[in-house]
């Protein structure tokens, strides 16, 4: 019996603390993911008002993975940007997890859930290790829609296709899950 109770005490202790770590995880992970989202869309905005391709384009192509790269490198976690149908395979492939998670927030999103609150965290066991991840949805803006919405002007959408001939990012509308943000934090 007396087994059976410290038994029960220690898995109780266990999930606490967990539970308390992971909600210290997900605000330290939003904190990072936040400012960079605002940012992209910021810069985005200013490039897509500034016109033309070339401009714009920096900001999906450079911008965005040198902030991804910078905000990796100074948290120690990697930050990435993911999506189910990508422009880059390389960058934005995601791994099991992520696609798991994106399938989850396309359903939620078709329940009604607004892509710009959706996101998921999780402690995973892997072979390497555990670590903290987590998911924050990207949602389509209207500056986005140019490059990725349903109805690209010619000239981008020639340059896009000589730049990415495999490009699957396209036929967004404004709101629709675009990909999301993912933090890997080891533990
Ligand atoms: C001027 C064109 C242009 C605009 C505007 C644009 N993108 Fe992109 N986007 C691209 C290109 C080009 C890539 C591929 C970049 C690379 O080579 O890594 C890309 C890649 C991405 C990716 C990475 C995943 C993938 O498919 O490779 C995401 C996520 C993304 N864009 C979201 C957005 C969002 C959200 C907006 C609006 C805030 C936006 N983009 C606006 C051209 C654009």
Redesign the pocket.
Known sequence: MKKIILFMTCAFVTSTVLADDLSQYQSEARAVAMPFLKK??AA?QQ??SAGG?EA??Q???DI??AMAGEASRLTGWKLT???L????PL??TPDAWEQKQLQDFAARAAQGEKAETIEASEIVSEPAGKSYRFMKA????P??V???GTAIPDD?KAR?HS??PHDQ?TGYSVGQI??AVSIKRPL
């Open positions: 992209l869309g985005n490039a897509v391709y714009a384009v900001i999906c192509k965005a993975p940007r993911v999506s149908q990508v422009r880059n960058l934005g990207i949602a389509l803006q500056g986005c140019a490059c990725h981008v896009l730049d990415y990012a675009r990909g």
